[in-house]
């Protein structure tokens, strides 16, 4: 069974940090793409950051890029978001993902294509 479990959330002011983690199991984790989507209140799901499963290639989306960094561990089977300069439109629920992928396919924004999720963690930021 496959199982993607988010931690570090939490509250902070506006241009603090927070450092999210993700731990995978049931999976041959590094086959897939991992990748944190957002979620705010009202709002549709959206794609934060993805890495490859070989770590080498990041995406962000443009908002994100110069303040959030993405990595993964495949040895302990876990991705994690550094999260630097936080703004209060960063406040959301985010959730990490995971998206089989052959190697050398680049990463993917579409939510639709992730294939497992987490739980969601909550992140508030806070003027």
């Known amino acids: 069974q496959v199982q993607l479990v988010e931690s570090g959330g939490g509250s902070v002011q506006s241009g603090g940090s927070l450092r999210l983690s993700c731990a995978a199991s049931g999976v041959p984790f590094s086959g897939y793409v991992m990748g944190w989507f957002r979620q705010a209140p009202g709002k549709e799901r959206e794609f934060v950051a993805a890495?490859?499963?070989?770590?080498?290639?990041?995406y962000y989306t443009d908002s994100m890029k110069g303040r959030f960094t993405i990595s993964r561990d495949n040895a302990k089977n876990t991705v994690s978001l550094e999260m630097n300069k936080l703004h209060p439109e960063d406040s959301g629920v985010y959730y990490c993902a995971a998206d089989f992928r052959p190697p050398g396919l680049g990463a993917r924004m579409n939510k639709d294509e992730y294939e497992y999720w987490g739980q969601g963690t909550q992140v508030t930021v806070s003027s």
């Open positions: 890495i490859t499963w070989t770590g080498r290639t990041t």
